[in-house]
T-cell receptor, first 111, second 112 residues
């Protein structure tokens, strides 16, 4: 069963613009992670935010977490063609080493 | 380069055939995982191994078996492949939560 749902399912923007993706989840979490997957490749860990954190930055990435709304957002600033990929959120629910994944947002950056 | 290595990268099986997907990590991680990824769906956990010597079922274990051979290696076996097992399979490892996972590059399996 899916815990996280990303929104939108697909997003197409011009290079240089900011891209925002959202993730909603259903149950209380310990932490939430974002991953990137380039076409035909494995997933790459981007950032982890703990349930007691509200915002986290890593380079051009900004992640926010609102536990009251059970939602998170991933902002990519000044997008580049290389950011074209699918982005997934994953939640850690019960600390038994398992993550529960959303279906992903497909991001296309147009040159 | 350090990371997770999966073999093979591509495989075509006939219904009823068996095969083993291999996975090895060189980061000294305790936990390893096997996922499948189908179009339009997130990753679904097949089996995981929290530490060497232990394995547990995930969300979709039917039709699969696993072996944690040692701390580095975690294999996934399909005893009698079915078309419903056509998917992309990913192996991942992690130190433990709340750390991120490191993924292999995947095995694209087609069962005809």
């Amino acid at each position: 069963s899916q815990q996280g749902e990303e929104d939108p399912q697909a997003l197409s923007i011009q290079e240089g613009e900011n891209a925002t993706m959202n993730c909603s989840y259903k149950t209380s979490i310990n932490n939430l992670q974002w991953y990137r997957q380039n076409s035909g490749r494995g997933l790459v860990h981007l950032i982890l935010i703990r349930s007691n954190e509200r915002e986290k930055h890593s380079g051009r990435l900004r992640v926010t977490l609102d536990t009251s709304k059970k939602s998170s957002s991933l902002l990519i600033t000044a997008s580049r063609a290389a950011d074209t990929a699918s982005y997934f959120c994953a939640t850690d629910v019960d600390s038994n080493y398992q993550l529960i994944w959303g279906a992903g947002t497909k991001l296309i950056i147009k040159p | 380069n350090a990371g997770v290595t999966q073999t093979p990268k591509f495989q075509v099986l006939k219904t009823g055939q068996s095969m083993t997907l291999q996975c090895a990590q060189d980061m000294n991680h305790n936990s390893m995982y096997w996922y499948r990824q189908d179009p339009g769906m997130g990753l679904r956990l097949i089996y995981y191994s929290a530490s060497e010597g232990t394995t547990d079922k995930g969300e979709v274990p039917n039709g699969y078996n696993v072996s944690r051979l040692n701390k580095r290696e975690f294999s996934l076996r399909l005893e009698s492949a079915a078309p419903s097992q056509t998917s992309v399979y990913f192996c991942a490892s992690s130190e433990s939560l709340p750390y991120g996972y490191t993924f292999g590059s995947g095995t694209r399996l087609t069962v005809v």
